[in-house]
């Protein structure tokens, strides 16, 4: 299932749901598949992740659907308009991990869309030196980076990566 055109869920074995939390409501939005933690200093909220942030119940992936009720939802404009890679500010989203839940990642280029518009391309993965068996590990900026501790403090173990097309197959550890 894809949640953007950056990040999706390939299997929900074992998902763990951490209630829904919202985003900041002001600053740079979220993307979709950042590495995400509860915000202890400000109730009800999350933010990106630390690159200092250890596996916890409290950390995860972030997850957003875009649901349009009726056609119409007046949260979205038209910086946030397909295909979604950002969550609204202010709104609620999920923190999702779980131990076996399998995830993806692509990181892609800016694309010109049909209506002449560009989409900037996102980065969600620090590709450099990846490969298969790594563990990943927060980054600042809410990207993902190879572990140095491996097993230790990875949250995610790379199963498949494809360094030609950049997507990236991995499995939570927690």
Do not use: C
Not at 138 to 160: F, M, N, R, Y
């Amino acid at each position: 299932m894809s949640y953007s055109r950056n990040f999706g869920m390939r299997s929900f074995e074992n998902v763990i749901r951490d209630g829904r939390f919202r985003v900041p409501a002001s600053g740079t939005p979220l993307k979709i598949g950042s590495p995400v933690v509860v915000d202890a200093t400000n109730a009800g909220f999350m933010k990106q992740s630390p690159a200092t942030a250890v596996k916890s119940p409290s950390a995860g992936v972030l997850v957003f659907e875009h649901i349009q009720y009726k056609g119409v939802d007046t949260n979205l404009t038209t910086a946030y308009d397909a295909p979604y890679n950002d969550v609204p500010l202010g709104q609620y989203a999920q923190i999702v991990h779980g131990p076996g839940v399998k995830v993806w990642f692509k990181n892609t280029v800016d694309k010109t869309l049909y209506d002449g518009r560009t989409q900037a391309g996102v980065t969600l993965v620090d590709m450099t030196d990846l490969e298969v068996g790594d563990f990943l590990v927060p980054k600042a900026g809410g990207q993902w980076v190879t572990s140095t501790d491996g097993a230790t403090d990875g949250w995610l173990q790379i199963e498949q990566y494809n360094p030609t097309t950049g997507l990236i197959e991995a499995r939570f550890t927690f």
